[in-house]
């Protein structure tokens, strides 16, 4: 049941946000009884680290957390404009929040939040140790700026991406045009590495780039570039997506399911 949205993987289970029923989910990897992390939230996006799940509550304008094998969610930190997406390093807790058009951070403990940019309307946000990267769709940007602070960078200017990752290498995006690009995470020209009809979430592994399509897709291209290889067709509304080492997951609003593939 539901309506699964965002998606996020540890080593052992799967997360999710569901919308529609107003809970944070969890299974095993392996497969299972999904649990309820938590109820009565208004969840967007979702990340996770070695000991705690992380999501953004639109509805009441928190950043939350919880214990990877549940327990009392906690508030990270209160942004009561449009806390939106997420990403969570050693460094702390970073989202964007649309409605006040700034890329925000916060200490993993919790505290007062920090703005990082202004003056933005990030989308999907991407964090690796040195810098917060982000889709800025309204002005068709892709952006970067020093994790601990300081001047904005513009990587790429591109057509209204959406969602984002990096690796070592690459910033990926998807556009709901139907484009996956990327470019060198410290800029330099974007390159397409496929086309598609209305592309959705996106993840990398470093070696390839795998993303969602509305037309009921899960697709892979080499990071370098190459043949895109359909992993999996005839899907019901498929949404975000997250990669490990052996498996490819994602989430589908229109039959309520979250799959997996392995190998991907």
């Given at each position: 049941?539901?309506?699964?949205?965002?998606?996020?993987?540890?080593?052992?289970?799967?997360?999710?946000?569901?919308?529609?029923?107003?809970?944070?989910?969890?299974?095993?990897?392996?497969?299972?009884?999904?649990?309820?992390?938590?109820?009565?939230?208004?969840?967007?996006?979702?990340?996770?680290?070695?000991?705690?799940?992380?999501?953004?509550?639109?509805?009441?304008?928190?950043?939350?957390?919880?214990?990877?094998?549940?327990g009392?969610?906690?508030?990270?930190?209160?942004?009561?404009h449009?806390?939106?997406?997420?990403?969570?390093?050693g460094?702390?807790?970073?989202?964007?929040?649309?409605?006040?058009g700034?890329?925000?951070?916060?200490?993993?403990?919790?505290?007062?939040?920090?703005?990082?940019?202004?003056?933005?309307?990030?989308?999907?946000?991407?964090?690796?140790?040195?810098?917060?990267?982000?889709?800025?769709?309204?002005?068709?940007?892709?952006?970067?700026?020093?994790?601990?602070?300081?001047?904005?960078t513009?990587?790429?200017?591109?057509?209204?991406?959406?969602?984002i990752?990096?690796?070592?290498?690459?910033?990926?995006?998807?556009?709901?045009?139907?484009?996956?690009?990327?470019?060198?995470?410290?800029?330099?020209?974007?390159?397409?590495?496929?086309?598609?009809s209305?592309?959705?979430?996106?993840?990398?592994?470093?070696?390839?780039?795998?993303?969602?399509?509305?037309?009921?897709?899960?697709?892979?291209?080499?990071?370098?570039?190459?043949?895109?290889?359909?992993?999996?067709?005839?899907?019901?509304?498929?949404?975000?997506?997250?990669?490990?080492?052996?498996?490819?997951?994602?989430?589908?609003?229109?039959?309520?399911?979250?799959?997996?593939?392995?190998?991907?």
């Amino acid at each position: 049941g539901g309506a699964p949205y965002a998606l996020a993987v540890s080593s052992t289970a799967v997360y999710w946000t569901d919308q529609s029923t107003e809970t944070v989910m969890t299974v095993p990897t392996s497969g299972g009884i999904a649990t309820t992390l938590a109820s009565r939230q208004q969840p967007n996006d979702i990340a996770v680290n070695a000991t705690s799940v992380f999501w953004t509550d639109m509805g009441a304008g928190t950043v939350m957390t919880a214990p990877l094998g549940g327990g009392t969610p906690a508030t990270i930190a209160s942004d009561p404009h449009q806390p939106l997406y997420i990403a969570v390093s050693g460094a702390g807790v970073f989202w964007s929040d649309f409605g006040n058009g700034a890329v925000m951070t916060a200490p993993l403990g919790g505290g007062t939040p920090s703005t990082l940019a202004q003056g933005w309307r990030p989308y999907g946000v991407a964090v690796d140790a040195t810098r917060v990267y982000w889709a800025d769709e309204s002005n068709s940007t892709v952006m970067a700026t020093p994790i601990g602070g300081g001047s904005p960078t513009t990587l790429a200017v591109t057509t209204e991406p959406n969602d984002i990752a990096v690796d070592a290498a690459n910033a990926y995006w998807t556009s709901p045009g139907g484009a996956v690009m990327k470019v060198p995470i410290g800029g330099g020209t974007a390159t397409l590495l496929a086309a598609g009809s209305g592309t959705g979430g996106i993840a990398t592994d470093g070696a390839s780039v795998y993303w969602t399509d509305d037309v009921g897709t899960v697709s892979k291209v080499p990071v370098g570039g190459g043949a895109t290889v359909t992993l999996v067709s005839g899907l019901n509304g498929p949404w975000d997506i997250a990669v490990d080492l052996t498996s490819v997951y994602w989430t589908c609003q229109g039959d309520g399911t979250v799959s997996k593939l392995t190998p991907k």
